[in-house]
């Protein structure tokens, strides 16, 4: 069974810092990796795929990596401002049907 | 906006009775995927189809819920009688059904019961 899991599960930082949040996974055999923003009491929006033959994806501020042989992803946000404040949930596609399988979220608060 | 839409955006009830939510995919959308989501927790997959057929249904769908998606176009869950655990918000979810895709999410209905 895929588990996934974010560590820690909430991160407060001053305006300006560069930060790194983490993923891991138990079972390599992914199709892809997908990290979402989620702000409170919303959906959730997608921010970036990596495909399992990919090793990074960025878009903006944002650039995810992906070991998949390791079961690891982080998602870099360079430059953090308050209005990346928000849960960032890792979450990876495998399985028959392929569905997703989410962490429970890093809930980032950036202080002005 | 041609994107994943749900309704009720939000739903209040009392325990015992019973809801129904709707989700209507991107058009051109094969798959369509219901997932559950409680406070400070991620989602957890319930039930996934492919057109019209339901093709994996999770333990934690309970006999009180039930998924359909006629025609293979929008799709609803019902939940009966309705319990306090129940509270929650609902995800629906599409995609083109090709594996290493985007599965595009709609905005959610929050459940609670009361």
């Known amino acids: 069974k895929q588990e996934v899991t974010q560590i820690p599960a909430a991160l407060s930082v001053p305006e300006g810092e560069n930060l790194v949040l983490n993923c891991s996974f138990t079972d390599s055999a992914i199709y892809n990796l997908q990290w979402f923003r989620q702000d409170p009491g919303k959906g959730l929006t997608s921010l970036l795929l990596i495909q399992s033959s990919q090793r990074e994806q960025t878009s903006g501020r944002l650039n995810a990596s992906l070991d998949k042989s390791s079961g690891r992803s982080t998602l870099y946000i360079a430059a953090s401002q308050p209005g990346d404040s928000a849960t960032y949930l890792c979450a990876v596609l495998s399985g028959a049907n392929s569905k997703l399988t989410f962490g429970k979220g890093i809930t980032l608060s950036v202080r002005p | 906006d041609t994107g994943v839409s749900q309704d009720p955006r939000h739903k209040i009830t009392k325990r015992g009775q019973n809801v129904t939510f709707r989700c209507d995919p991107i058009?051109?959308?094969?798959?369509l995927y219901w997932y559950r989501q409680t406070l400070g927790q991620g989602p957890e997959f319930l039930t996934y189809f492919q057109n019209e057929a339901q093709l994996e249904k999770s333990r934690l769908l309970s006999d009180r819920f039930s998924a359909e998606r006629p025609k293979g176009s929008f799709s609803t869950l019902e939940i009966q009688r309705t319990e306090q655990g129940d509270s929650a918000m609902y995800l629906c979810?599409?995609?083109?059904?090709?594996?290493?895709?985007?599965?595009?999410f709609g905005p959610g209905t929050r459940l609670l019961v009361l």
């Open positions: 979810a599409s995609s083109l059904g090709i594996y290493q895709e985007t599965q595009y």
């Open positions: 058009s051109e959308h094969n798959r």
